[in-house]
């Protein structure tokens, strides 16, 4: 059975999805999920575009050990220069090299002829041959090209010694018979093809990425590039775990192999949802809270009586448990340790106390502590993305008829610090409290969100909160019963990536010339 290779870039095209940015230690800890869930290529970033986005690239570089590691850079030297620093560590990486080859791209973006396009793509496949074997080439908006003269840059790219051939459909334009003649076509005509991988990257601008990937693999590609929870630029990209699920429930059409550990599916997109603070919504195939949900009396019943009378897929096939053991203020150490290993967690003794702590906490106020909230309490109480600068202390809020007053204490680089704000609401005061003690930061809030992440009337509410600090935009998450305090926690958050990413552009400086070349 062939294999296809699953290339993810949720950490790169993925994250330039609007609201998806993720600090290096965020992209690492997704990219150690990823690693679990046996992904062939992590895309880690575009270490050109920012300070932060090279050390995310080189940190994965050097942890990340079984998938290869790629980084995108632009055919200049700069890019490809600095996309080959930050994968230096990795046992194994690939230099991602495109550039556009579209008519409407080559005239009105990067304003060159055809002529200059080939010669910067032979250019930048050679100088990333330097510092690698293993390189891809891109052609930018490929499904809206000249056939032939795709043709000929495609092969101008092989003969300068790329490995592997990716084929976007970059504005989400194509449709599958489409992609299945546009490969036809270079397997057909383009000298050395089949001497290389064929990928293809398709985007959803027509809800028709995933069928145009399934359609690219029985035209002859063997790699897919796709994203979790099919997150990435305006509709986002093929879905990860559709493309993969599709492989493997309809092996009669798609008799074709991938690596992925499937369920290791659903925790990598619960991950994902918990660090960009954006969810599936309920109906999404496969991780949607919908998808192994049935409502109507006739779908109970046949699921009851045979399950595969309206699931073409087992909930655990993805990784989603079918049932829940539940804890409460009783339950001791040993029980909350085997329920986190029953979910897939191995906590280590520091980590086991520390939830063990918010867990007991939580069920003084929850009757039932639920496999949600228990991820919950991971997630937001165990897992700290970036250091934390603010800690909060103490909070408490006095509402009435008049405005809102709100006492905080927060402690700051190992000192406390006590304000006291009024607003016109519990979360105004607060958040002005805040920020009297953050008065180094100027703060604007943008959104605000909150969701109930568990059920019943006693659910845990997450607040996720996005807001610009300094001039720059952060994000930030917290989760408790109590939603005040979730917000205030989650400002807190946004606030200690402001402060890292400051620590981190300071030393960036220092090493500017080097990375950079200026």
Same mark, same amino acid.
């Given at each position: 059975m062939d294999r296809v290779l699953i290339?993810?870039?949720?950490? %790169? /095209?993925?994250?330039?999805?609007?609201?998806?940015?993720?600090?290096?230690?965020?992209?690492?800890?997704?990219?150690?999920?990823?690693?679990?869930?046996? +992904?062939? @290529?992590?895309?880690?970033?575009?270490?050109?575009?920012?300070?932060? /986005?090279?050390?995310?690239?080189?940190?994965i570089a050097r942890l990340v050990r079984r998938p290869t590691i790629a980084a995108l850079a632009r055919a200049a030297e700069k890019d490809i220069d600095a996309a080959a620093e930050a994968l230096e560590p990795a046992e194994r990486s690939r230099l991602h090299v495109f550039i556009a080859t579209s008519d409407i791209h080559l005239r009105h973006k990067l304003r060159i002829?055809?002529?200059?396009?080939?010669?910067?793509? +032979?250019?930048?496949?050679?100088?990333?041959?330097?510092?690698?074997? /293993?390189?891809?080439? &891109? *052609?930018?908006?490929?499904?809206?090209?000249?056939?032939?003269?795709?043709?000929?840059? +495609?092969?101008?790219?092989?003969?300068?010694?790329?490995?592997?051939?990716?084929?976007?459909? #970059?504005?989400?334009?194509?449709?599958?018979?489409?992609? %299945?003649?546009?490969? *036809?076509?270079?397997?057909?005509?383009?000298?050395?093809?089949?001497?290389?991988? @064929? &990928?293809?990257?398709?985007?959803?601008?027509?809800?028709l990425a995933v069928a145009n990937s399934l359609a690219g693999i029985v035209a002859g590609a063997r790699q897919v590039e796709c994203t979790i929870n099919g997150i990435g630029e305006r509709a986002g990209n093929a879905a990860l775990e559709e493309v993969v699920m599709a492989l493997r429930v309809r092996r009669d059409s798609f008799p074709y192999e991938a690596g992925v550990r499937t369920t290791e599916i659903y925790r990598s997109s619960y991950l994902l949802s918990h660090i960009t603070g954006i969810h599936p919504q309920p109906n999404k195939a496969v991780v949607g809270k919908n998808a192994f949900a049935?409502?109507?009396?006739?779908?109970?019943?046949? @699921?009851?009586?045979?399950?595969?009378?309206?699931?073409?897929? #087992?909930?655990?096939?993805?990784? @989603? %448990? &079918?049932?829940?053991?539940?804890?409460?203020?009783?339950?001791?150490?040993?029980?909350?340790s085997q329920r986190y290993r029953v979910l897939g967690y191995e906590l280590s003794d520091e980590d086991l106390n520390h939830a063990y702590e918010l867990f007991k906490r939580l069920s003084d106020q929850k009757k039932n502590v639920l496999d949600e909230d228990l991820l919950a309490i991971l997630h937001h109480g165990c897992m700290e993305d970036v250091p934390t600068r603010y800690r909060l202390r103490q909070l408490e809020v006095e509402c009435g008829s008049a405005q809102a007053v709100a006492r905080v204490r927060l402690e700051c680089d190992g000192v406390e610090h006590e304000s006291r704000a009024e607003g016109d609401g519990p979360l105004a005061a607060a958040f002005a409290a805040v920020d009297a003690i953050a008065e180094g930061h100027r703060i604007e809030l943008h959104q605000l969100s909150i969701d109930a992440i568990t059920p019943g009337g006693d659910a845990v509410g997450e607040a996720s909160l996005q807001a610009s600090i300094d001039g720059k935009t952060f994000t930030g998450r917290a989760a408790s019963p109590d939603i005040v305090n979730a917000s205030v926690r989650a400002y807190l958050n946004a606030l200690n990536k402001a402060a890292h990413a400051r620590t981190l552009e300071a030393a960036a400086l220092e090493r500017a010339s080097t990375v950079w070349g200026v």
């Open positions: 290339f993810d870039t949720t950490l %790169r /095209d993925g994250e330039q999805s609007p609201g998806c940015s993720m600090t290096p230690s965020e992209k690492l800890r997704l990219a150690q999920q990823l690693d679990t869930l046996g +992904v062939d @290529v992590i895309e880690a970033g575009f270490p050109a575009s920012s300070p932060a /986005d090279f050390a995310g690239v080189q940190e002829g055809r002529e200059e396009c080939v010669a910067r793509a +032979v250019a930048a496949v050679e100088r990333a041959r330097r510092y690698t074997d /293993d390189v891809q080439f &891109s *052609a930018e908006d490929a499904t809206r090209t000249d056939v032939a003269f795709l043709c000929r840059v +495609v092969e101008a790219a092989i003969e300068a010694g790329a490995g592997t051939i990716n084929i976007p459909d #970059t504005v989400g334009y194509a449709h599958p018979e489409e992609i %299945r003649r546009l490969l *036809a076509t270079l397997f057909g005509t383009v000298r050395g093809i089949r001497d290389v991988v @064929v &990928s293809v990257h398709c985007h959803n601008d027509l809800g049935h409502e109507a009396g006739i779908h109970q019943d046949g @699921v009851m009586k045979e399950a595969t009378t309206y699931e073409i897929m #087992t909930p655990e096939s993805v990784g @989603v %448990r &079918s049932s829940s053991l539940v804890l409460g203020k009783h339950s001791g150490r040993h029980a909350l």
